[in-house]
């Protein structure tokens, strides 16, 4: 079979490359054509654009390259139309994708569209299921509470487990000691502060520099930055300048694992660290301040942002958003986590967090299914 795959991030390359792995051990004869990064390039199959060249957040950003965005859509357009795969596989990326299902289900009209990882409509822009429901044949969730909200609007979903579980447990980095990843790394003998600033230009800009000045105070603990591996390292360079922190390449799970703790940008990043029981402070930056957060609140659906708060459905971590992302609140959730009573309240949760999200490979679940599909089994 040929499948056409669509990851807009560096999260979606990662989960898109462990469903492609999936897919090959139940289609031993499946070939690729994707927009993703990497990782999937290792899985094989030809690339038509690096999510690098996709990732604009935010209205301002995707205005300004607006041509660019166009440009991405119409070649697009143009490889599913020259591949003709057997079926279009959406990795998250709501807004691109949908456009790519529609396009799909009006010009080749018998291609199952499939969603895995579906877009977060129970947190805004619930108009969206309109669309689901019109062009896309099955949503495969990875996030258990989504069931229950999809049941509730009369469309099924189906719950495969969650891949940062599979991520997290089969880390290849698993009992490597933390004298190996400190010489590694040039690192010394300090206990280690992670700062995961996020996978985009603009998320790192606007957040890490509020990160280093609200850790630089801890002199106990060296700063570890997770370096996204889409961003040059000139930018890195260029803020961390008046710090004395190091940046870590591809080696996420190595720094979180040797870490006490860390300040984690709203994200996937934010279940990955409570996966390996790392305490955390979450935050999110936006430009607009309290305003766009008083206006934000008028079309949020949910009370939380973090996925770890999300799926455990309470305030297990603190979680500081647009103006409440200050060096000073900052600095008081991190006090509160270097305590041994709040440390263990954040444990107890996060191992009540991992029962909900249950065991077993989401992607081997999504792929099976999806084979199965195609090849005409029930």
Excluded at 159 to 182: H, I, L, Q, T, W
Excluded at 255 to 260: D, G, H, R, T, W
Excluded at 358 to 375: C, P
Aim: with cysteine; proline share 4%.
């Amino acid at each position: 079979m040929k499948y056409f795959l669509i990851a807009g991030e560096a999260s979606g390359d990662l989960h898109a490359s462990n469903l492609m792995a999936s897919i090959k051990k139940n289609d031993p004869q499946a070939e690729f054509c994707f927009l993703g990064g990497d990782l999937m390039a290792a899985q094989g199959g030809e690339i038509v654009r690096h999510y690098k060249d996709m990732a604009f957040m935010g209205f301002i950003p995707v205005l300004m390259h607006a041509r660019t965005v166009l440009r991405n859509i119409k070649q697009c357009k143009q490889s599913i139309l020259a591949y003709k795969p057997d079926a279009l596989i959406l990795i998250d990326y709501p807004s691109f994708n949908l456009k790519m299902a529609q396009f799909v289900k009006e010009n080749l009209p018998g291609t199952p569209v499939y969603y895995y990882i579906s877009p977060k409509l129970w947190a805004w822009k619930e108009y969206r299921l309109k669309s689901i429901r019109k062009y896309v044949d099955r949503v495969f969730s990875i996030l258990p509470f989504e069931v229950k909200w999809f049941a509730d609007r009369g469309y099924t979903v189906d719950y495969v487990g969650n891949p940062s579980v599979d991520s997290v447990e089969g880390r290849a980095c698993k009992g490597e000691s933390r004298e190996v990843f400190a010489s590694r790394n040039a690192l010394d003998e300090r206990p280690i502060m992670a700062l995961l600033a996020g996978s985009r230009m603009q998320e790192i800009k606007s957040s890490l520099p509020i990160m280093l000045e609200a850790a630089s105070q801890y002199k106990a603990y060296q700063l570890v930055v997770a370096g996204a591996p889409s961003i040059e390292k000139s930018v890195y360079n260029q803020l961390l300048q008046s710090y004395d922190a190091k940046v870590v390449y591809n080696e996420t799970y190595e720094l979180l694992q040797q870490s006490e703790l860390a300040v984690v940008t709203s994200g996937t990043a934010t279940l990955e660290t409570a996966l390996l029981r790392v305490p955390q402070v979450v935050v999110y930056k936006m430009s607009g301040g309290w305003l766009l957060h008083r206006f934000l609140e008028l079309f949020i659906r949910v009370p939380y942002i973090s996925l770890v708060n999300l799926i455990a459905d309470k305030w297990l971590v603190k979680e500081l958003v647009i103006e409440d992302f200050t060096v000073k609140k900052v600095r008081e959730e991190i006090d509160r986590l270097l305590t041994q009573e709040y440390h263990d309240e954040v444990m107890k949760g996060y191992d009540e967090l991992i029962e909900l999200l249950g065991h077993g490979s989401a992607s081997d679940k999504a792929a099976e299914t999806i084979v199965r599909l195609l090849s005409g089994e029930k």
